[in-house]
């Protein structure tokens, strides 16, 4: 079964940096798209970032474009979220996810598989 292992949330002050880290075990993911997603008390989880496992693709939402930055370790099996400048709307629990089939020319993601997620607190 597939198995998604987030680690490395905590408290931060605004402007600092974190990295978040996912383990993927359970299948291989050769065409899947990994991605982050969040979500804020009182609010929607929200799409953040994702990756073509096998390629070059990477696809951010716009709040986070330019501070954060998504890659993967093939040979460790593993996703990463490095954030940086970092602001108090940060603020959530980010889970990492995969999709299946993902549609790269519509940057549109339906994840399949869940992570339990990693709290990240941003301080003001």
């Known amino acids: 079964q597939v198995q998604l292992v987030e680690s490395g949330g905590g408290l931060v002050q605004a402007g600092g940096s974190l990295r978040l880290s996912c383990a993927a075990s359970?299948?291989?993911?050769?065409?899947?798209?990994m991605g982050w997603s969040r979500q804020a008390p009182g609010k929607d989880r929200e799409f953040v970032a994702a990756i073509s496992w096998s390629g070059g693709y990477t696809s951010y939402a716009e709040s986070v474009k330019g501070r954060f930055t998504i890659s993967r370790d093939i040979a460790k099996n593993t996703l990463y979220l490095q954030m940086y400048s970092l602001k108090p709307e940060d603020t959530a629990v980010y889970y990492c996810a995969a999709d299946r089939n993902p549609s790269w020319g519509s940057r549109r993601f339906v994840f399949d598989y869940w992570g339990q997620g990693t709290q990240v607190t941003v301080s003001s």
């Open positions: 359970g299948r291989t993911f050769n065409n899947h798209a």
